[in-house]
């Protein structure tokens, strides 16, 4: 299985960016970073998916490195509402989303 | 964006019951469905991958004659828990990925809203 690691917890205040950190050092060349988050109680929610360029859509951005070992979500303005555990995954065109323990961001007002 | 959909949203039931969880795509056809279920403060956990027409295949450690999966068509799967008992009692969550071609998200997996099951 595609194995990530990310920091438990993070806390951000409202109305400021939150960076999410999350390192992938195995991950190949054809293979995608996606980003997924689970507010409580709810399905999880597809975010941002990216391969080797930096990607923005209407809820984020990603920034992944050169190496592609490692890359940031960024919520640039976070609200309470997005406080969720964040998952972050790779693989390719047909992977399988093994969740690990992902990152829980609490936003405090 | 593409919706999924699960029915019902919850269900209680007496131990011994068998119990059907439908997961529908609304506005793409799901060639892949994923089912996985959720215990109190943990990950998701994936139960099953299922393709149109084919078996389901499962993940080491869950038992195929319990968790019966259906998925007759791209719009529908269902999971069926044969006689439940209260160990079975968590939160499924169905997923499902559609075609190459869908408006530009080819790769990403919709979840459903869930479904929690509660066996007495």
């Known amino acids: 299985d595609a194995k990530t690691t990310q920091p438990p917890s993070m806390d951000c205040a409202e109305g400021r960016a939150a960076n999410l950190p999350c390192n992938h050092s195995?991950?190949?060349?054809?293979?995608?970073v996606y980003w997924y988050r689970q507010i409580h109680s709810q399905g999880p929610q597809y975010i941002i998916h990216?391969?080797?360029n930096n990607e923005t859509n209407e809820m984020a951005s990603l920034i992944i490195t050169e190496d592609r070992k490692s890359s940031t979500l960024i919520l640039p303005h976070a609200t309470l509402r997005d406080t969720a555990v964040y998952y972050c995954?790779?693989?390719?065109?047909?992977?399988?989303?093994?969740f690990g323990k992902g990152t829980l961001l609490t936003v405090n007002p | 964006g593409a919706v999924v959909s699960q029915h019902p949203s919850w269900v209680i039931c007496k131990s011994g019951t068998s119990v059907k969880i439908e997961c529908r795509s609304l506005d793409f056809q799901a060639t892949t469905m994923f089912w996985y279920r959720q215990f109190p403060k943990q990950s998701l956990m994936l139960m099953a991958t299922?393709?149109?027409?084919?078996?389901?295949?499962?993940e080491q450690g869950v038992e195929k004659d319990k968790f019966l999966i259906n998925h007759a068509s791209l719009t529908l799967s269902t999971l069926t828990v044969t006689s439940a008992h209260p160990e079975d009692s968590s939160f499924y969550i169905c997923s499902a990925r559609g075609p190459r071609g869908l408006a530009g998200k080819t790769d990403e997996q919709f979840f459903g809203p869930g479904t929690r099951l509660t066996v007495l």
């Open positions: 990216g391969l080797k």
């Open positions: 195995t991950i190949s060349g054809n293979e995608y």
């Open positions: 299922s393709n149109e027409g084919s078996k389901a295949t499962y």
């Open positions: 995954f790779y693989g390719g065109s047909n992977y399988k989303l093994t």
